[in-house]
């Protein structure tokens, strides 16, 4: 089955700053690249997803990015904010089944 | 629209007792999804349900759970009898195609 793993595990950046998450996966026949971010007591929300005919996708201040070929996958948040913290998650998918990489807690220091 | 709905929002049962999770997905969506959540295995597929039929229970953990989707706008995950490694977040999710899921609140159990 999909094996994604997500880094680092824990990312804290200055407010203003950019935040870069990494995931990669195992299997190539993954066609569907989705970003989660779940906050304390809440449910993960999607936030940002990338097809695999689409090597960047970008909305307001999040953006991702798709490498094929090097199997891997990142979220880029620019001019973090307070609102910004929370547990990120990134998926794979070729079907309905969604494989989640660990999570990545973002803290975002005033 | 006000987005997948789960009740209850939090569930402290006996060990042995029944327990049952309710889900109410999007209107108009057709797929529906039950995950659990917790800190070691972090977020699990339990079982996927299409058009109300029950396509992919392999991630059901044991006997002891069961899902049912009677209708498109109502869901129900049930664990009998409970025990405390059942303890975690329980996530209902819809989706449209299949690709998109959107989660719901959760419901948070905790089997004493």
């Known amino acids: 089955g999909e094996n994604v793993e997500q880094h680092p595990s824990t990312l804290s950046v200055q407010e203003g700053d950019s935040a870069v998450i990494k995931c990669t996966y195992s299997?190539?026949?993954?066609?569907?690249f989705p970003w989660y971010k779940q906050e304390l007591g809440k449910g993960p929300q999607l936030i940002i997803d990338?097809?695999?005919?689409?090597g960047e996708k970008k909305d307001q201040r999040i953006a991702v990015t798709l490498n094929k070929t090097a199997k891997h996958f990142s979220l880029h948040i620019t001019e973090t904010q307070p609102e910004d913290s929370a547990v990120y998650f990134c998926a794979a998918s070729n079907d309905y089944k969604l494989s989640f990489g660990a999570g990545t807690t973002v803290t975002v220091r005033a | 629209d006000a987005g997948v709905i789960q009740s209850p929002r939090h569930e402290v049962t006996e060990m042995g007792q029944e327990v049952t999770l309710r889900c109410k997905p999007i209107?108009?969506?057709?797929?529906l999804f039950w995950y659990r959540q917790t800190m070691m295995r972090g977020l699990e597929l339990l079982i996927y349900f299409n058009n109300n039929v029950p396509i992919d229970d392999s991630g059901m953990p044991e006997d002891r759970f069961s899902a049912k989707m009677p209708n498109a706008s109502f869901s129900t995950l049930k664990i009998q009898p409970s025990e405390p490694r059942d303890s975690a977040v329980y996530f209902c999710?819809?989706?449209?195609?299949?690709?998109?899921?959107?989660f719901g609140p959760g419901t948070r159990l905790t089997v004493t």
């Open positions: 990338i097809r695999s005919n689409v």
């Open positions: 209107s108009g969506h057709n797929s």
């Open positions: 999710a819809s989706s449209l195609i299949g690709y998109e899921q959107y």
């Open positions: 299997d190539s026949a993954s066609n569907y």
